[in-house]
Each structure stands twice: as structure tokens, then as C-alpha cells.
């Protein structure tokens, strides 16, 4: 083979949900750049596992991979996980080149994603400055992936909302019920929430319980296979390609 192979890496879920939409949205990204070879692999729950894929590439004479982690901020399972798991095979199979490209996030593109299913779920531009936004991610304990998506919802706290909260659906407060009820008590007319996450699974269900179970007025779906999203992946692909020191054009 003459070009790298890229390999999304998710976490995986009990869920058939959740590798479902993984499928899906490798499927669009192949479809975005035809010849590319577009392998996927999990973490844990569902098969095939990071090992098995790479043995199974180097078998068939790859000599290099990027690895993309399908995680929106840096938290444990990129900065410990996956390179943990990509060093025992870069012992096991020296002649096989292996690059870890970034995280999704922060990217316009998520954010361009946040913002088509807001649109889907029946968000429309006059609406934003009577509606309070919840920003609802998964949840971490790592300081670097909070400040990312307090980040981002002050950046979307500019883009006409009249309020942005973040929640968590674990490890941190508040969640997706009490940043609703917060933001009903401060007057905001009408509530969306917004899941931060890529796939439907456990977290994503609690998410959109609380929304439920607070009154929200909107709840959009996940990310899922966005077109947006194709692109991103694809985005993180080619920079980690570029040689250090080198940019891509815009």
C-alpha cells in the first residue's frame, strides 16, 4: 500500500446504538474521499479491538497508519488509553508506522454540527435570543476537557443565545435536569439542550432523560454521522501527516 490507512478509534458501548452510528459516520467519510482505506476499531464492548485491526493491516502489508481517536476533548482515553495501546503495537509490529492523530475537539466543525441538529430538532436563527442553550457532554475529571467545553459554550454564548450552560452527564455537576431548571429560573423563555457527544449509549440516554424530566422545549440529537463531522475526521487525518513545523492551506 502507498498511502496511510486511517483507523477510527471509539470507545465502544453496550449499546448497538453506538457502533452503529460509528459505521455510519466511517461510511461518510469514505464516501467523502473515495480511495482512502477507512478502517474502524473499539476500545472495549464491541469488536474488532485496536490490536486485531492493526495486526490484521500489518498482515496485509500496510506500512502506516494514522490512528484517530474518536473523542471530542483530551481526557483519559486519549492521553493514556489509546497510547497505551498504540505503543504494545508498535513493539509487536515494528515495521508498521503508527501516528496518533488528535482529538476532534474544540473545531468550528463540531460546533457547525451543534448547530445542524439544533436546526433539526426545530431551532430556528429567531429564536436564539429568547432561548437558553445547555451544552450537555459526557463528563470527565480531567481539567483540560472542562475547560474545553466551558470554552466552547462562551463562544456559543456569543453566536445569539441568550444564555449557554454546560452540563455533564457524569463525573461533574451540574446535570442536563438542574442547567434547565437553572436557566427556567433565571426567565429564559425557552430551553434547548444540545448533546456534546458523537453516539447514542448510556450517557447520551441520561442526557436526554434530564431534558426530559427538567422540560426542555428542545432536544437535539447526537452528533452522529454529520457531514461536518466526515470532514473533520478527514481534517485530523491530513495534520497528522504534516510534517512538525509545517501547516496545512486553508
Not at 136 to 141: E, L, Q, V, Y
Not at 174 to 189: M, Y
Request: proline content about 8%; glycine content about 6%.
Amino acid at each position: 500500500m502507498t498511502h496511510p490507512t486511517l483507523l477510527v478509534i471509539a470507545h465502544g458501548s453496550r449499546d448497538p446504538r453506538h457502533a452503529a452510528t460509528v459505521h455510519a459516520l466511517t461510511e461518510r467519510v469514505r464516501a467523502e474521499r473515495p480511495g482512502l482505506r477507512v478502517e474502524t476499531a473499539f476500545l472495549e464492548f464491541n469488536a474488532p479491538s485496536v490490536p486485531r485491526v492493526l495486526e490484521r493491516l500489518a498482515a496485509q502489508g500496510a506500512d502506516e497508519v494514522v490512528a484517530l481517536p474518536l473523542l471530542l476533548t483530551r481526557a483519559f482515553h486519549a492521553k493514556t488509553d489509546i497510547p497505551s495501546v498504540l505503543r504494545e503495537a508498535r513493539a509487536r509490529l515494528p515495521r508498521l508506522r503508527i501516528r496518533q492523530a488528535d482529538v476532534l475537539g474544540p473545531s468550528p466543525l463540531l460546533n457547525a454540527t451543534l448547530g445542524r441538529r439544533l436546526r433539526e430538532a426545530g431551532v430556528r436563527p429567531g429564536d436564539l435570543p429568547r432561548t437558553g442553550l445547555v451544552l450537555a457532554s459526557a463528563g470527565s475529571t480531567d481539567p483540560e476537557a472542562i475547560a474545553v467545553i466551558a470554552e466552547i459554550a462562551r463562544e456559543l454564548r456569543h453566536t445569539g443565545w441568550c444564555a449557554v450552560r454546560p452540563a455533564f452527564a457524569s463525573a461533574l455537576l451540574p446535570r442536563t435536569e438542574d442547567a434547565v431548571r437553572e436557566l427556567r429560573a433565571e426567565g429564559v423563555d425557552r430551553v434547548a439542550v444540545a448533546p456534546y457527544v458523537i453516539a447514542p449509549g448510556r450517557l447520551p440516554d441520561r442526557i436526554a432523560a434530564g431534558a426530559e424530566a427538567a422540560g426542555a422545549d428542545v432536544l437535539a440529537d447526537v452528533l452522529g454521522p454529520a457531514p461536518e463531522l466526515a470532514r473533520l475526521l478527514l481534517r485530523r487525518f491530513d495534520e497528522a501527516r504534516v510534517p512538525v513545523g509545517a501547516s496545512l492551506s486553508a
